[in-house]
């Protein structure tokens, strides 16, 4: 599926401006058809699954109790 600059950047959830750098650094790939910028989205699946990766253990950290106090005397 090709979508434009703004809903590219809508359906990765970041800024337009990011999505515009990485064209101008040609780490993505885009076309331009009748003066409008088209983007293949199928070239970030690699990357949303590896954000949802990376939210998820984020989220098994939130997650995860705070351990209790360890009483360690200084030796001072």
């Known amino acids: 599926m090709y979508l434009s600059?703004?809903?590219t950047a809508a359906y990765?959830?970041?800024?337009?401006r990011?999505?515009?750098r990485f064209?101008?650094?040609h780490q993505i790939t885009w076309l331009v058809v009748?003066?409008?910028v088209l983007i293949n989205t199928n070239?970030?699946?690699?990357?949303?699954k590896e954000r949802q990766k990376a939210l998820e253990?984020?989220?098994?950290y939130l997650d995860?109790?705070?351990?209790?106090?360890i009483d360690i005397k200084d030796e001072d």
Not at 12 to 16: A, I
Request: aromatic share 12%.
């Open 18 to 20: 990011l999505i515009e």
């Open 34 to 36: 009748d003066d409008e």
């Open 23 to 25: 064209m101008r650094e």
């Open 5 to 7: 600059i703004e809903d």
């Open 43 to 48: 070239q970030f699946e690699f990357f949303i």
């Open 57 to 60: 253990e984020y989220q098994r």
């Open 12 to 16: 990765l959830e970041v800024d337009p």
């Open 64 to 69: 995860e109790p705070i351990p209790e106090d």
